[in-house]
Each structure stands twice: as C-alpha cells, then as structure tokens.
C-alpha cells in the first residue's frame, strides 16, 4: 500500500462496480437495488461504483443511468464514498453526466476514454482536459483499453500535473509494470492521486506494489474475501493477503468464463441469494444451458470461501 493512503483527499480501499438489478420487464429494480447497496456495505466494500463496466452501463439509457447514481447515493446515505461512472458518447454529454452526479453529491467520477473510435495520446489528453476544466466534481481516469482509446503514461503524468480536479487513475488491464511506470510518474508530483486496479487476479500483488485500492467486480458477490485481502496487505500480513488473493482468482476465473460478461457475476450473486435479473442483454437457450450447468460448483466454492473466512 501506498505510505500516503491515510491523506483524506485519495480515494483508497475496494469501490464495488455494482451489478444494476433489472426486474422481468427489463426495468432497472430500485426497490432491490437499495437492499443491495446495504448489502455491500455491510458486508465490507469501502465504496460503491454505479455505473461501471460490471453495472453495464451501456445497457442503460441515459436518463437510467442517473437514476442509478442517485439511487445508489440516496440509500448510501454518507456511509462510504460513491464513485459514479460518467461515460457518455461525446465529451458535452460527458460533461453534462458528471455535474449531475456532482450535484447529487458523489466523492468523484470516472470516465474511460473515447469508445468505439480509437483515438491517439493527445486527442485522450485534450479530451480529458476539456472535461476537468468544465465540471464541478473530482474526476478519476479509467484505463480500459480492451474497450476504448488507452490512456498511456505521459498523459496520465500530463494531465495530473496540469488538472488537479482530476484526482486518480482506474486501470483495468492488471499490467504491473506499467502501474508502476505511472505511480513513478505522478506520485513526485501529487500526493493526492489515486491509483486504483479493476483487475482482481492482481488485486493483492498491485497493493503490495503501493496502488490505494480496486474497484473489483467480485466484491459484488463476495465483498468478505475483497476485503481480507485488502485489510491483510494494509496490516502487513502479505502471506495472507496472497491466500486470499489464490482464492480470489479462483472465484474470478470461474465467474468470468461463464457465458457473457457480467454473466457469471450475477450468478454469483444470485449464489449469495440476490437474484438480481438477467440484465438487458437476451439470453439464448444455449446461454440459460450454461448458467444452470455452472451454477452449483460455483455454490461450492462460494460456500467454502466463506467457511475460511469465518473461521
């Protein structure tokens, strides 16, 4: 863990990528999604993250998409921090999103780069400069370049020595070295700057490397086992950490070779008795085939996890 994650102004610890419950029509479910919400929090998540890739965010239309957000710091209530999704098709509506979900009160948003049209290092980093100069809320960069234009080093570096709204990085690609290449670049220069991982096989190891947290799509099925390893590395037992972290990949591996994503993590839920829908993408009779046939080994290995932990 970084020396500098007590500074109140970074954003630290596992933010849950919350699943976004639908009902049988297809409908975001607020009635469950409230219950899920203090789910979480009981059970240990040290923030929420509506509207993340886990959240499928691109299922949902705009106006959706902030209810989702306001749901989700409504029932929040103060208790952790919200780090909302804030990604749109252009940079105005982008803009629009975030101080919105400033308005309702959320610690900070994240935004990937431009999707569906690559684009190069300094199109990311004006793109990125026109946001933080225009909105009212912190900004956390998301790095998820499977989906969208990358954001490299020097532009993380660039635009964290120019923009102090914007506040952290989310990098999603579980490339050590490079986090580090960036912690290298940025921490000189702001101490307030987060670096948080959304690829939970590397969760432990890039603790221990000195990221300040994740934003790690099991938490949303088993926030007990996200939370052992992140409280083992931040007491300073990285032997346990690391046997949380063999668990942990296990579980992630399985839930996310289930049909498509985030298929095996609403199975998962449902195996922790959160029957969350099947989200807005529809279900052939091959996909429903597969679900069923996974779904009690994945009981199993829930189950067993959670004896461990409590032991």
């Known amino acids: 863990m970084s020396e500098n994650s007590s500074d109140p102004r970074r954003l630290s610890g596992i933010f849950c990528p919350n699943l976004t419950p639908v009902d049988a029509k297809g409908r975001v479910d607020e009635e469950r999604l409230r219950e899920y919400v203090d789910w979480l929090i009981d059970h240990g998540v040290d923030g929420l993250y509506p509207n993340g890739s886990t959240g499928e965010f691109v299922r949902f239309s705009p106006a959706e998409r902030r209810r989702i957000v306001e749901v989700v710091v409504e029932q929040t209530a103060g208790r952790v921090p919200v780090l909302a999704g804030a990604a749109e098709a252009n940079v105005s509506e982008t803009i629009e999103a975030c101080n919105?979900?400033?308005?309702?009160?959320?610690?900070?948003?994240?935004?990937?780069?431009?999707?569906?049209?690559?684009?190069?290092?300094?199109?990311?980093?004006?793109?990125?400069?026109?946001?933080?100069?225009?909105?009212?809320?912190?900004?956390?960069?998301?790095?998820?370049?499977?989906?969208?234009?990358?954001?490299?080093?020097?532009?993380?570096?660039?635009?964290?020595?120019?923009?102090?709204?914007?506040?952290?990085?989310?990098?999603s690609t579980g490339d050590m070295a490079n986090m580090l290449r960036m912690m290298a670049a940025v921490r000189p220069i702001r101490n307030d700057f987060a670096f948080l991982t959304g690829w939970d096989p590397s969760l432990a190891p890039m603790l221990i490397a000195g990221v300040d947290g994740g934003t790690n799509a099991t938490s949303g099925v088993l926030p007990e086992l996200t939370k052992a390893v992140y409280r083992c590395v931040t007491t300073g037992d990285q032997q346990a950490a690391m046997r949380w972290q063999y668990e942990l990949l296990d579980l992630f591996d399985r839930m996310l070779a289930v049909g498509e994503f985030p298929d095996g993590f609403r199975l998962g839920a449902g195996v922790r008795g959160w029957d969350l829908g099947v989200g807005r993408l529809p279900y052939s009779d091959s996909r429903t085939s597969d679900l069923t046939r996974v779904k009690s080994g994945l009981e199993g290995r829930v189950d067993k996890v959670l004896r461990e932990l409590r032991r």
């Open 100 to 171: 919105a979900y400033g308005a309702m009160g959320v610690t900070a948003v994240a935004i990937v780069a431009p999707f569906y049209y690559r684009l190069g290092s300094d199109s990311v980093h004006a793109y990125f400069t026109e946001i933080a100069t225009q909105v009212d809320v912190d900004v956390t960069l998301y790095n998820i370049p499977m989906f969208a234009s990358p954001i490299d080093v020097d532009v993380v570096r660039r635009l964290a020595e120019e923009q102090p709204r914007i506040v952290g990085m989310k990098d």
